[in-house]
């Protein structure tokens, strides 16, 4: 490895291992529901704000069925021509176009046999 990549993974290292107590704790309150930084002022209105609008209560839980809705319908979302499928089963992967499989890869020019070189160079002749 050269001096410049042993240099990025030492403060790459320094980094995480810095950030590692400051972001454990502040998840730990997250998850305890303790008031954080992030909880108070612009975001904690704003996150108010959302759960008005929405009709949402933020100490209601989601039972499974709930949660089930939710996911079908945010997945569905995330794919306008339905969920993915295999390819020519019909389903959104299987659709031509931007978002298909494999339509952004070049259609490969593989030339006529009679014209590919050989490893040693030459062309082979036709068959």
């Given at each position: 490895m050269t001096t410049n990549g042993w240099l990025q993974l030492g403060l790459y290292l320094v980094v995480l291992l810095g950030l590692a107590k400051p972001l454990g704790t502040f998840m730990a309150k997250v998850y305890e529901g303790e008031p954080t930084l992030a909880s108070a002022g612009f975001w904690g209105r704003s996150n108010g704000l959302c759960y008005r609008v929405m009709g949402v209560s933020p100490d209601d839980e989601m039972d499974w069925k709930q949660?089930?809705?939710?996911?079908?319908?945010?997945?569905?979302?995330?794919?306008?021509?339905?969920?993915?499928?295999?390819?020519?089963?019909?389903?959104?992967?299987?659709?031509?176009?931007?978002?298909?499989?494999?339509?952004?890869?070049?259609?490969?020019?593989i030339p006529p046999p009679a014209s590919r070189p050989t490893p040693t160079g030459r062309p082979t002749a036709a068959k």
């Open positions: 949660y089930a809705w939710s996911f079908l319908l945010f997945s569905l979302s995330e794919h306008p021509g339905g969920l993915p499928a295999a390819p020519g089963s019909g389903g959104a992967a299987a659709q031509p176009g931007p978002h298909g499989r494999g339509s952004h890869l070049p259609s490969p020019s």
